[in-house]
């Protein structure tokens, strides 16, 4: 990969701006490059200024994108739908649309699970990868040690209170052939 970082932006739903930055390949070849999309975690954060074994990427001619914004599990059909994905293939036109993988972690592994399991996202990407993603949200409840962020993204409910809350992002729900 190269060491420059680009950023960009588009027009997302209700006519916000939406920021990305992507790491151009390292040879600007005459071939158009496969793309990395990364999608990351911790629904309240954006992506920050640092390191990690995990997204070490020993890749020479792949692009990595990713978006910088803040996403709640309750985002309306014109939110994800508008993944930036079109936005980046029209502003770069090394990006192989062809050859794409999502990828993503703890929430950011959620949302591959999500994306994967809805026809209308899932198009576009070759693979997917989570990296200890929630697959269950179900199992979540049970499991986490943090439940504030959980209750407040599907809507400050607990899953006694409201269990179709959870049912609906739930994208074991969403599995098909």
Known sequence: M?????????IGANNETVWGWHIPPIKRI???APLTFLIHGD??????????????????????LELIFVVLIHMDKN??????????????NYIDGNRAIALGAS????????????????????A?????GIFDVRQMV?????LWFIEYDIGQFTQYENPQAYEIFNPINYISD
């Not at 190269?2 to 588009?10: A, D, M, P, V």
């Not at 997917?128 to 200890?132: A, E, G, L, P």
């Not at 049970?142 to 943090?146: C, H, L």
């Open 2 to 10: 190269s060491s420059s970082l680009e950023t960009f932006s588009f």
């Open 30 to 32: 005459n071939q158009k």
């Open 43 to 64: 629904p309240q954060a954006s992506c920050y200024n640092s390191w990690s074994y995990r997204w070490n990427f020993h890749v020479k001619v792949m692009l990595l």
């Open 79 to 92: 939110f994800t739908n508008k993944l930036g994905l079109n936005a980046a293939l029209n502003l770069f």
């Open 107 to 126: 929430y950011g592994g959620y949302m591959i699970d999500w994306i994967a399991g809805h026809t209308q996202m899932n198009q576009r990407f070759q």
């Open 128 to 132: 997917f990868v989570n990296y200890h």
């Open 142 to 146: 049970y499991s986490t040690d943090e």
